[in-house]
């Protein structure tokens, strides 16, 4: 019996261990999906596959993952499936710019991420990005100024195009500096809140023909005849993602957040209580035919969840978004026997007019078939995934402002257009030079991620929690640098003191101005030393590794990574080293006043050795990246 007893011990524990040990749902399903499309994302059954909607969205997916894991296999998947179609020239495979039909626009917000990535041949990418651009420019429009659907749907606005073409344009607007198309971009949707909005539920018809010939059209108003829970969704997923891109002073960013908090409401009163899910056709609960679908569902919480983290909706509605993600992992998700995850219920499609005729009846919604795994459901299941995973840990840093010096690291270079910007350590520089990914990971924590560009002083660093002062510039990077100075160090000594946490991150000697550098690091028992250690031979990774003891307090889930060619320190109290190899301290923490100093001789988390492009995934610098975040946002003074 005690045999059998201890048996049933072991399975219990085994078990228990191998689910603890399973990876987030997002990772789940972008790994299952790439063993469904190993080489190319095939949308149509029995069909080559083509430049499609659906590619686009499940590409925006693999991203997320990308930026959630630093794991650069999801990077280069985004890459190969791009590169299937995108031509040297720019041109497109399979894309037809004369049918001018919105949805094939959203796969170019995969090619604004290929452009502003570090690699060879990238302009391509913009090329095929003007290519769409230029449809956008030239789509067929209603009187007032309305996307027609397709060229093919004449003064037709449907949801869905909100989501096929206006996160890209916005971004393409940012990216290249086309400010006036943002006026364009908030008529699409005031158009909607204009035209399709129903006045007594606040929900969003599918769709209104201006002309109102349509069979499928009201007579009066044009509106298609009911509200389909995914079209309702695709607009809920675009106000959100437009918003990512919207210039903070544009005069129209407070109308779109309110269509989101008016849309808001409505999408919780009809969230079925039970189960916490959507009904295929919103308002018909339960309806002869009707079923709880698993795309609209997935795309109503992902806007729920992101319009919390983004402060759009109160607080409060992240309990419905979390009741829902409860039911969509009961309702819809399944586990196969070979490890993978699927996801059931989404309907395959949903259309007006057409041939054969679909003429918008709750009969026709319901007379299309229900897939598993169909890509209109799994994308936006990893999109409300990653939205649930960043939900459960950015309480860590809310409230909290982490500010990086762009006053003694000072480059320029040219943009896009050819002006000039700042790079190199900077949160918005998305290349192999930038802290575009940290920044990421302290805003997923719940941080604020700001800059100062002027000598730091008491008053521009109120209110901030973490300074983080990288590679002050030597004259051969900059052709007036600004050294650290005396008032420098007392504003920044005394801010530590007050409760202030102060990163200082050298380089190697040759590429970092020490010895202003080290006045400020004296204040606190630290010096960066005039030598040079890890230096790396071409790939020869293993000469820039570094091992994490596993009983250190600031690195909890990161035992390797890499650092290469940096400077070592020396310490005194009240610093103490960190982490120590051959006899080197290659990090230290001092503690001074209320305040904390972490201090490194590398910059060691820029993109180029966090993104998991270029470094071997042995290395974990990504999790060191989040640890060192996590642990900056919540040490105790």
């Not at 971009?185 to 023909?209: P, S």
């Not at 070592?568 to 190899?581: D, I, N, S, Y």
Request: aromatic share 14%.
């Amino acid at each position: 019996m005690k045999r059998v007893l201890l048996h049933l011990f072991v399975g219990i524990l085994v078990a228990y261990t191998a689910t603890a040990q399973k990876a987030p749902y997002s990772v789940r399903m972008a790994e299952s999906f790439m063993t469904w499309h190993k080489d190319s994302i095939a949308v149509k059954e029995n069909k080559p596959a083509s430049w499609d909607y659906e590619q686009g969205l499940m590409c925006k997916a693999i991203e997320k993952v990308w930026n959630r894991t630093g794991n650069g296999k999801y990077f280069e998947y985004v890459r190969r499936d791009m590169d299937r179609y995108v031509q040297k020239d720019g041109s497109i495979r399979t894309y037809k710019y004369e049918d001018f039909n919105l949805d094939n626009i959203p796969t170019g917000r995969a090619l604004l991420t290929l452009y502003q990535q570090t690699q060879p041949d990238k302009d391509k990418y913009r090329k095929a990005a003007d290519l769409l651009w230029k449809q956008i420019e030239n789509q067929p429009q209603t009187k007032e100024g309305g996307f027609w659907h397709k060229k093919r749907y004449p003064y037709q606005m449907w949801l869905d195009g909100l989501f096929m073409a206006e996160p890209f344009a916005a971004e393409y607007s940012l990216i290249f500096n086309h400010p006036e198309h943002f006026d364009h971009i908030a008529k699409q949707f005031a158009l909607i809140e204009k035209y399709a909005v129903d006045e007594k539920t606040g929900l969003i018809y599918h769709a209104y023909d201006e002309s109102k010939e349509q069979k499928w059209a009201d007579p009066k108003t044009g509106r298609s005849p009911h509200f389909w829970s995914r079209a309702i969704g695709w607009y809920a997923m675009a106000l959100v993602d437009v918003l990512d891109y919207f210039p903070a002073n544009h005069p129209e960013r407070a109308n779109l957040i309110k269509y989101l908090q008016r849309l808001a409401p409505a999408l919780v009163k009809y969230q079925d209580a039970k189960s916490g899910v959507w009904y295929q056709m919103t308002t018909q609960g339960t309806r002869k035919g009707n079923y709880f679908e698993a795309s609209a569902s997935c795309m109503f919480v992902y806007a729920l969840a992101k319009g919390v983290r983004m402060g759009y909706l109160p607080a409060s509605y992240l309990a419905s978004a979390k009741k829902g993600y409860a039911g969509i992992l009961k309702e819809f998700v399944e586990e196969e026997a070979n490890g993978t995850i699927s996801l059931n219920k989404t309907v395959s499609v949903g259309g007006l007019g057409g041939s054969p005729y679909r003429d918008g009846t709750y009969e026709y919604y319901l007379s299309e078939p229900i897939r598993k795994n169909d890509l209109k459901g799994v994308g936006p299941f990893i999109f409300a995934s990653v939205e649930m995973e960043i939900a459960a840990e950015n309480s860590l840093g809310k409230g909290k402002v982490v500010a990086t010096d762009y006053y003694f690291n000072r480059e320029f270079r040219k943009d896009h257009n050819g002006n000039q910007e700042q790079f190199h350590y900077t949160w918005e520089d998305r290349q192999h030079s930038g802290f575009w990914l940290w920044g990421t990971i302290f805003r997923d924590l719940g941080a604020k991620t700001t800059s100062i560009t002027a000598a730091p002083t008491a008053a521009n660093l109120k209110g901030v929690n973490v300074y983080i002062i990288v590679d002050p510039d030597t004259k051969k990077e900059t052709a007036a640098p600004n050294f650290v100075q005396d008032a420098d160090i007392k504003a920044i000594s005394a801010w530590v003191k007050a409760g202030g946490t102060l990163v200082l991150m050298s380089n190697d000697t040759s590429n970092c101005e020490h010895p202003h550098f080290n006045r400020l690091a004296k204040e606190f028992g630290l010096q960066f030393l005039p030598k040079n250690v890890n230096m790396v031979q071409g790939q020869q990774w293993e000469q820039g590794r570094v091992d994490i003891p596993a009983d250190n307090a600031v690195f909890k889930n990161t035992r390797v990574v890499y650092i290469k060619e940096l400077s070592p320190l020396e310490v005194k109290a009240p610093a103490q080293a960190l982490v120590t190899q051959k006899g080197d301290v290659i990090m230290a923490v001092s503690k001074v006043g209320k305040g904390t100093v972490f201090a490194v001789g590398d910059p060691w988390l820029y993109n180029e050795y966090t993104d998991g492009r270029r470094i071997p995934m042995t290395y974990e610098n990504f999790s060191a990246a989040k640890d060192l975040a996590t642990w900056l946002l919540t040490t105790k003074k």
